[in-house]
């Protein structure tokens, strides 16, 4: 079993910044590829950023590339979203998820654990 708690969603003006926490418990955190993904209100659940166990090669949705920042800290198995230059369309319930496989993917499938999700609300 693995336990995944968000952490750092809320209520941010267009053009500023939050940063997502995911602390994880159970299974080896260093050991699996981490992702995070994005609800919208009346839309399917979309991939945002993901990161490798060892943390060295991270991938993104190109609707958030450079505008945000996927990290990991694996002493604390924790992981991270810098979320920077923020707009209305980032808006959604955010979820962190655990790969069953080492390496970061945008496929759903491959992830196996849930976490229950942070609001991140952007208003213009």
């Known amino acids: 079993q693995v336990q995944l708690v968000e952490s750092g969603g809320g209520l941010v003006q267009v053009g500023g910044s939050l940063r997502l926490s995911c602390a994880a418990s159970?299974?080896?955190?260093?050991?699996?590829?981490m992702g995070w993904f994005r609800q919208a209100p009346g839309k399917e659940r979309e991939f945002v950023a993901a990161?490798?166990?060892?943390?060295?090669?991270?991938i993104y949705a190109n609707s958030v590339k450079g505008r945000f920042t996927i990290s990991r800290d694996n002493a604390k198995t924790t992981v991270y979203l810098q979320m920077n230059s923020l707009k209305p369309e980032d808006t959604a319930v955010y979820y962190c998820?655990?790969?069953?496989?080492?390496?970061?993917?945008?496929?759903?499938?491959?992830?196996?654990?849930w976490g229950q999700g942070t609001q991140v609300t952007v208003s213009s």
């Open positions: 998820a655990a790969n069953r496989f080492r390496d970061g993917s945008s496929r759903e499938v491959e992830y196996d654990y």
């Open positions: 159970g299974r080896t955190f260093s050991n699996s590829g």
């Open positions: 990161i490798s166990w060892s943390g060295l090669i991270t």
